[in-house]
């Protein structure tokens, strides 16, 4: 079984920058796609970003160049690095990652940006 653990997350004043991190635990974990959505209530959970096992990334095509997510797969880690957040960035920011043939959640981190 796998399961995720995130961090990071928090209250910051718009310009101010985060670093989210996910760590999936469990034995023999093979993590395929690692990925960051974020959701504000009443809307949809929207894709950030995801990177695959060969780094290849994608973001979503609501999220700028301030956003950079990275993955350390020796630590079956992944982050999400946000620069020059902005009030809009408010929301639950959560970590999916894929193994061969299942899909897991985070818990959920809320990041919330003041002006």
């Known amino acids: 079984q796998v399961q995720l653990v995130e961090s990071g997350g928090g209250l910051v004043q718009s310009g101010g920058s985060l670093r989210l991190s996910c760590v999936a635990t469990?034995?023999?974990?093979?993590?395929?796609?690692m990925a960051w959505y974020r959701q504000v209530p009443g809307n949809q959970r929207e894709l950030v970003a995801r990177?695959?096992?060969?780094?290849?990334?994608n973001y979503g095509d609501s999220v700028t160049g301030r956003f950079t997510i990275s993955r350390d797969n020796a630590m079956n880690t992944v982050h999400l690095q946000i620069d020059s957040l902005k009030v809009e960035d408010t929301a639950v920011y959560y970590c999916?990652?894929?193994?061969?043939?299942?899909?897991?959640w985070g818990q959920g981190t809320q990041v919330t940006v003041s002006s």
């Open positions: 990177i695959s096992s060969a780094g290849d990334v």
């Open positions: 469990g034995n023999n974990v093979v993590i395929t796609s």
């Open positions: 999916k990652m894929v193994t061969w043939g299942s899909a897991y």
